[in-house]
Nanobody, 122 residues
Framework: VQLQASGGGLVQAGGSLRLSCAAS????????MGWFRQTPGKEREFVAA???????YYADSVKGRFTISRDNDKNTVYLQANSLKPEDTAVYFC?????????????????WGQGTQVTVSS
């Protein structure tokens, strides 16, 4: 499976970005798809996840501001990030799992895309 993330960039605080992650390969490898983020010197942090059957889970830090959605026909998961804050600055990674789980632990996600940088200026 390959995961291709895009959509990062530089935005002012309060602005919005839409991240995309397109998956290729057998669909069984991405029953669940999620987003994590990482800043230098810190562990990868869970952001949001969505299963193919429709379960969704958010980190408390982004709840109400970020929305995860997926287009199963396009094998793509999106992360709409609104009301961005400087503390949202990070490299954002998409991940997938062949299981219908929405784990907050990065170790439970076997497949990863390359990161896309999100920078929020104050």
């Amino acid at each position: 499976v390959q995961l291709q993330a895009s959509g990062g960039g530089l935005v002012q605080a309060g602005g919005s970005l839409r991240l995309s992650c397109a998956a290729s390969g057998h669909s069984s490898y991405y029953r669940s798809m999620g987003w994590f983020r990482q800043t230098p010197g810190k562990e990868r942090e869970f952001v949001a996840a969505s299963s193919r059957r429709g379960d969704i889970y958010y980190a408390d830090s982004v709840k109400g501001r970020f929305t995860i959605s997926r287009d199963n026909d396009k094998n793509t998961v999106y992360l709409q990030a609104n009301s961005l804050k400087p503390e949202d600055t990070a490299v954002y990674f998409c991940a997938s799992s062949p299981r219908d789980i929405l784990s907050t632990r990065s170790l439970n996600w076997p497949y990863w895309g390359q990161g896309t940088q999100v920078t929020v200026s104050s």
